[in-house]
């Protein structure tokens, strides 16, 4: 397997990583795809998808993962179903490594995403999907003339309350201190609104429902009591975590963990090594964003592999030409 040097392995299972596969199969750079054991990201806790163009009547999250992956796979692209537990991008050919087995490649797109935090209760898993979500651009509509809850108190749950308040015809923001971390002016819009009532100085304890969410318990920070909340949604909005962990000693990041690429480019501080989808996306977040990533990584790692080969690439990803000389 180490003498078995890849032209491209792509790390990460999600939109922008099938995606960025596909095109890779496509133009023949035979990609390996180390998904991940849990592949599919965010998506596989998701219900219906209705935000992705060309599914009129909306699709399961988990099944249009394994569209993308069997599209990819049709011209290709080869999976390893586990995770990657080391890199060296030191020197070409990079080493990915999965335990005690070596990749080597030319170039690397990395295509981890991120999670969005849990609140970390087992009533929370069981509903994922139910009545707990954490998109509320994805889940909102779902929700017409229904009561809600957003947990949090930073710019998303704000962002998240005023989202929701479009659908739902009473929005609940349950934030766990006396003061919040979001800025003043969204936490002024939101107080603004008739249909949001915030809530301070409570947690959720339970998220209340058999096979659809009922409800939700929450407890007081102050006083120790607890009440039940009637709400048929939840938003938790309590932040993102980019999966960069792997990464972080090798290539640049932000404060926050998220990848940083160059301007107009997928491309790293590591030449040949590319970053796409929500590694290093703080603001937009959807599958379909993610996929576009995952797309230019594909084309930027193409092209970047047909320069450093010596022959011209594609019509779309042959080496920029140098700017004329006047
Ligand atoms: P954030 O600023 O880290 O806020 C997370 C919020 O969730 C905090 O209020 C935190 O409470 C709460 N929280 C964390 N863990 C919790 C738990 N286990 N249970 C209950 N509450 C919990 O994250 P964010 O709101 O996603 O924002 C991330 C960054 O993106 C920020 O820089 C933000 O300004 C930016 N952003 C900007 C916009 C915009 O400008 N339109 C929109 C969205 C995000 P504590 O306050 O007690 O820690």
Redesign the pocket.
Known sequence: MANDVREIIIIGGGPAGYTAALYAARANLEPLVIEGFSWGGQLMITSDVENYPGYPDGILGPEMMQDFRRQAERFGAEYVTDDVTRVDFSERPFRVYVGDDEYRAESVVVATGATA????LESERRLQGRGVTYCAVCDAAFWRERDVAV?????????EALFLTKFASKVTV????D?????P??LDRARASEKIELVMNA??DEVLGGDRMEGLRLRSTVTDETRELPVDAVF?????DPSTGLFLDQLDHDD?GYLVTQAESTETNVPGVFAVGDVVD??YRQAITAAGSGCMGALDAERFLASSHGHPGSALTAPRPEAAEV
């Open positions: 935090r849990q609140l970390g947990v949090g108190g930073g710019d998303s749950a704000m962002e349950i934030h766990r201190r003061e919040f971390r979001a800025s002016i969204m947690v959720v938790v909005a309590i932040g993102h926050a703080h603001t």
